[in-house]
């Protein structure tokens, strides 16, 4: 088993997860293929991890690349930092900019 992370990603966690629920359970050749085309942000980000986590089975386990399979793969939400837009009449207002952690876990099926 192979497992690749990326840490502040900076993207919510539930828009990764929408991509990642897509490619869930595949083959990793497939997985990229799909997520390649993929028009969403957040599927860049999948895609630069699975490439990862394939390329560390590959490497340190001496794993067939073809017969790779998505075991795990999921997004959590980490630290949230606060930002403020100006506003009118002088005020701030606040926002929150999510980030993400991205963990893929890949085996030979």
């Keep these: 088993m192979a497992i690749a992370r990326a840490k502040n990603i900076g993207i919510s966690a539930k828009k990764l997860r929408l991509v990642m629920d897509e490619v869930r359970g595949m083959k990793v050749d497939d997985a990229l293929a799909y997520l390649r085309y993929m028009t969403s942000p957040s599927a860049g980000e999948v895609f630069k991890v699975l490439h990862a986590a394939a390329a560390n089975a590959e490497n340190n386990d001496l794993q067939d690349r073809e017969a790779l399979v998505i075991k795990r793969i999921v997004a959590d939400q980490t ?16 926002f929150n900019r999510p980030t993400s952690l991205i963990t893929i876990e890949v085996d030979e099926a």
């Design 79 to 94: 630290v949230t930092m606060k930002r403020f837009r100006p506003k009118a009449r002088g005020r701030a207002g606040a």
